[in-house]
């Protein structure tokens, strides 16, 4: 394989590299709107917020493999396309545009995590209030529990006689 044909093959990898990852994110965009709606909900189910969370982990960890990928390939074929820019012409505006579309899909998904960290602060501080809330209640009801169990005593009894 001559060097012409191994850059058009980096560049066709290059080319589905930005494809891949723009389908990881429209993936991760997806997911990010369905922790939305999770969280805008009052019975908030957190095994599946949690899932939502795993299942976005490990397409960022393919999307930081994809990049460096990327970054490898372009390392090696960058001098070939600047220097022949005609040859790959069609292959370069793909990739604008890809590219274009990666960014619009990275803005969109960074707004929505945004307004899902303040989704995210009123349910947490919405459950630090029950909590809260249920810690006070059980110390109250233990407190009154040991005054009524310290309370009685057999000579404050009503039914104590001690005349017999």
Not at 17 to 28: A, N, P
Not at 62 to 82: C, H, N
Request: include cysteine; aromatic fraction near 10%.
């Amino acid at each position: 394989m001559g060097p012409e044909e191994r850059n058009a093959v980096y560049v066709n990898m290059m080319l589905d590299s930005l494809r891949r990852k723009q389908q990881i994110l429209t993936f991760l965009y997806d997911c990010t709107k369905d922790q939305e709606q999770l969280l805008k909900d009052e019975d908030m189910d957190p095994d599946a917020f949690m899932q939502l969370i795993d299942a976005k982990g490990e397409r960022i960890d393919e999307l930081a493999t994809i990049d460096e990928g990327f970054d490898t390939m372009f390392r090696l074929v960058k001098e070939e396309i600047e220097k022949n820019r005609e040859n790959y012409r069609e292959e370069i505006q793909k990739m604008q545009q890809l590219i274009s579309r990666v960014s619009e899909l990275g803005v969109q998904i960074q707004a929505l995590e945004q307004q899902n960290s303040g989704h995210f602060k009123t349910y947490l501080a919405r459950h630090r209030k029950e909590i809260h809330d249920f810690n006070i209640n059980n110390r109250t009801a233990n407190n009154y529990y040991q005054n009524m169990a310290n309370a009685h005593k057999p000579q404050t009894s009503y039914f104590f006689d001690e005349t017999k």
